[in-house]
């Protein structure tokens, strides 16, 4: 069972970078225990529900969210969870075993993934996408949370990266479409170089992957 607690702690990224996150069941059993009728709805609801990118690549997990695409993050058809092979994952340090969608709910702001890092749990890793106003805005908007460093330019595009205020987070964020494309890293007690460098090697990563 996910830890819920670290999941919001970390993702700064759905609700401060994102301009707004949503409003943020389990089948039910028969009499005699485990339903497998309920396990036949939860597969007949399952394949009903979109589960792939825009490419047909599968996603790294079953999503129950209908939802999960929508008005909210479809600027770009870029695709966190599905952006990188394992082998890829895996040589960034990071455990492509430990994935989750960066959804809790339904209708949510954000679409994406996040990671912990190999042999150290509390060191979070994700990626997410969000529509909203271009990047100079997007900074603008979020400048009193987050102390920006200057612009980097990755493969040509300008990448925004700042620190969280008070806490222990970096993100990166790069353009894609109508959307903002977020990294975020982030580990109790880390410096700002640590954290940093980890998103921006993720970003790099990625980043040709991104529609413009």
């Not at 996408?129 to 009193?144: A, I, M, Q, R, T």
Request: glycine share 8%; aromatic share 8%.
């Amino acid at each position: 069972m996910r830890n819920k607690h670290k999941k919001w702690s970390f993702y700064f990224g759905a609700c401060a970078f994102a301009a707004a996150c949503a409003a943020c069941s389990e089948p039910q059993t028969s009499e005699s225990g485990p339903s497998e009728l309920g396990k036949e709805s939860t597969s007949i609801t399952s394949s009903m529900i979109r589960q792939t990118d825009a490419q047909g690549r599968h996603l790294p997990f079953l999503t129950t969210f209908k939802d999960r695409w929508s008005d909210r993050n479809d600027g770009s058809n870029y695709e966190p969870c599905t952006a990188l092979s394992v082998a890829q994952i895996s040589a960034l340090g990071i455990d492509p075993q430990s994935v989750e969608d960066a959804a809790v709910a339904n209708y949510q702001t954000v679409r994406g993934c996040q990671w912990r890092l190999q042999g150290s749990p509390t060191f979070i890793v994700g990626q997410n996408v969000s529509n909203g106003p271009d990047l100079f805005e997007f900074k603008k908007k979020n400048s009193s949370i987050i102390s920006w460093m200057d612009d980097l330019t990755i493969n040509g595009r300008t990448t925004a990266v700042g620190t969280r205020n008070g806490q222990a987070s970096c993100i990166s964020s790069v353009q894609s479409g109508a959307a903002i494309v977020t990294t975020s890293v982030s580990m109790l007690g880390a410096p700002p170089s640590e954290t940093c460098a980890k998103a921006i090697a993720f970003t790099k990563a990625t980043i040709d992957k991104m529609p413009p």
